[in-house]
């Protein structure tokens, strides 16, 4: 088995996902290196190890899990907590809104 470097070494070329993630192999999405150069040094890694770690993300997450998680809480889980805390939020502001423009009580 022969080590090629131009094959090894070269990801394929980077895809613009958003503003500021790309992707170079399929199902890898990683911050533009651009925005971090500044702050991180930035590796190379060859192809086979790219994609071995993201082949063992699962596996990795699961021991984590089992290791340290009282709890494993979804995504899904997540943004609907903050929804119903922002319809809560925005429920309080209006009651709170509407009891302001209401006009004081005058005794009679």
Do not use: C
Not at 27 to 41: A, I, K, S, T, Y
Not at 87 to 106: I, L, W
């Amino acid at each position: 088995m022969a080590f090629r470097y131009e094959e090894q070494m070269q990801p394929p070329e980077p895809r613009r996902v958003t503003d500021v993630a790309i992707t170079t192999h399929e199902h890898v999405f990683e911050v533009d290196p651009r925005l971090m150069e500044r702050w991180v040094l930035q590796q190379t890694f060859p192809n086979w190890d790219s994609l071995r770690i993201m082949n063992a993300r699962g596996d990795h997450l699961a021991w984590m899990h089992a290791h340290f998680a009282k709890s494993v809480v979804t995504g899904s889980d997540l943004l609907a907590e903050v929804d119903a805390e922002a319809t809560a939020r925005s429920a309080q502001a209006g009651s709170a809104a509407a009891s302001v423009n209401e006009a004081p009580e005058t005794p009679t």
